[in-house]
């Protein structure tokens, strides 16, 4: 081989592995090409290799592109199966986000219910130890506003000339500006001159829709004032004992439950209320005949117990007793001089002024009273004052001559109840001094014979209400 020729076939080498390394970089893909240099020896045999690199090369493309066609297809799958999952996921988002949603509505519903269940246990506590009709019902009113947010209510108690009005609520001086003046006129002397419907709990939306409802009142009404509710409270004859209206921006029958839960509470403790009270007016009628008994025996007193309780309770009304401890100073009252049932007739109603044997025999009526009722338990504490009111502030009383603050208050009470109607009312042997003189003794004989917060309260009465006192001149 001469040099020329090898120096050729060298450079057509070099330039071949050149282009390979050059389409290797690039695209890495061999295109099919001959030999085309002088060299007839090696012509054939670099094309017949050129060949065979260019098949291997364009089977290892097939190769790549099969396993990139099939990961491309596996992964359009794939894809495919993620865009599903991620809508699935998206509906069971949306699902469990209506469920949270659901949830808290179903939390804030229940958290209404317990508030209104607590509300209306310690509702139904109150109302077990209250006998007050009319403060049963103020309770009521007073308990269910807040609950429904109530612009305005009041409640009426069922009378034989129809319904009371005993209590009232404005949310504000612009709810009382509007509706004082409606509720005004459709009452008639504390009595509501207006029919409604009494059957059952009634919830009304929007007032100004029924057609029942007055245009005169509708044009008065406000967004606060658009719902309405009416509220009947039902006795176990299934008569109507009293009546809640409440007006306000909404009410639904989610509040009806609420109102029907306090009609039947309250219903029952109006029950149980007038239960109480004619047990307790039967227990009063009774002690009441054990005071007539006295005014029997001594026909010379007569009213003068009925005199004497109206004074002592007057007093204590006046002193802010409350309602247990007024009602014990009432009973005592009447039964104060029940110990007479224990004094001979003669000396009762003798026409003379008294020895001093027999006057001292009538001082012992304040213990033998004291005897008669101290081991009824109903009258137990009741019999304290029954035995001390003759005491005196100095001691000089009877029947233990007792000081100050050893009397009892309601014994005091009694006292100069019992002295006024005493020195105004007429004996067998004088006749009853005027009122003017009968107070000056009382003024005199504060501090030493009276008690002076006692005769002062009771001279403030005295000129609050001298018509009534007149009426026994």
Sequence with gaps: MQKDELDSFLDELMSIDDYLQNRKNKKRILLEGTYSGKIELVKNEINHILSILYKQEMKFEE???????????????????????????????????????????????????????????????????????????????????PFVNSSFGAVFVSQKEGLELVDTYYKDSEIYSIFHPILEKYLKNGYLDYDISLEATQIYSHIRKYPNVPQSICDQLTDKLKAGAIIPVFNKKKEVNAVIVLLGEYFDGSEKYLFNCYANVLGIALE????????????????????????????????????????????????NFDKNRLEKVRIAAVLHDIGKIGIPDEILNKPARLTEDEFNIIKLHPLKGYEIIKDIPALKDISIHVKQHHERIDGKGYPEGLKANQISLEAKIISVADAFDAMTSDRPYRKGMNIDKAINILVNNRGS?????????????????????????
């Design 449 to 473: 014979q009276f008690d002076e917060y006692v005769v002062d309260t009771f001279l403030n009465y005295f000129q609050e209400n001298d018509n009534i006192i007149k009426e026994n001149e």
């Design 63 to 145: 190769d790549e592109l099969e396993i990139v066609e099939y990961y491309t297809k596996k992964l359009k799958y794939k894809n495919t199966e993620l865009y599903s999952r991620q809508t699935e996921l998206e509906a069971a988002h949306s699902q469990l986000k209506a469920y949270t949603e659901e949830i808290e509505r179903i939390n804030c519903e229940l958290n209404r219910r317990v508030k209104e269940l607590r509300n209306l246990f310690y509702f139904s506590q109150d109302v077990t130890s209250n006998f007050d009709k009319n403060e049963l019902l103020k309770k009521a009113l007073e308990d269910i506003i």
């Design 272 to 319: 149980n209320a007038k239960l109480y009270n004619d047990k307790h007016q039967m227990f009063f009628d009774t002690v009441k005949v054990l005071a007539n008994a006295i005014e029997v025996k001594d026909t010379y007193t007569k009213g003068h117990v009925d005199r004497v309780t109206k004074y002592s309770t007057a007093i204590a009304k006046k002193l």
